[in-house]
């Protein structure tokens, strides 16, 4: 399955933008998604998971509030909606698949990520 991360781009503190995850070569509908991303120096890290109908989620602690994560399968799509974006949200953002319906383990499949930059 290939994933293709998008919406990224250059916000101000304050604003809000949404991310996309879309999968192609297989649906990823029975499967959990995460979003992941990486600050420049700074190891990947988790920022949000949902399963695979997306009743259950889970949030980085550093974005609980702020970023909602959803999805719709007849889309084949995940959504990343970030509000209140700090400068310390700039990071390349990624999806990634899950080998099963729920976001235990690690992922299976990445995609490219996209990049998110928060000026202050």
């Known amino acids: 399955v290939q994933l293709q991360a998008s919406g990224g781009g250059l916000v101000q503190a304050g604003d809000s933008l949404g991310l996309s995850c879309t999968a192609s070569?297989?649906?990823?509908?029975?499967?959990?998604v995460g979003w992941f991303r990486r600050a420049p120096g700074n190891e990947r890290e988790f920022v949000a998971a949902l399963n695979w109908n997306g009743a259950s989620t889970n949030y980085a602690d550093s974005v609980k509030g702020r970023f909602t994560t959803s999805r719709d399968n007849a889309k084949n799509t995940v959504y990343l909606q970030m509000n209140s974006l700090k400068p310390e949200d700039t990071a390349v953002y990624y999806c990634?698949?899950?080998?099963?319906?729920?976001?235990?383990?690690?992922?299976?499949?990445w995609g490219p990520g996209t990049q998110v930059t928060v000026s202050s």
């Open positions: 990634a698949t899950y080998r099963g319906a729920y976001y235990n383990g690690s992922p299976l499949y």
């Open positions: 070569g297989r649906t990823f509908v029975n499967n959990a």
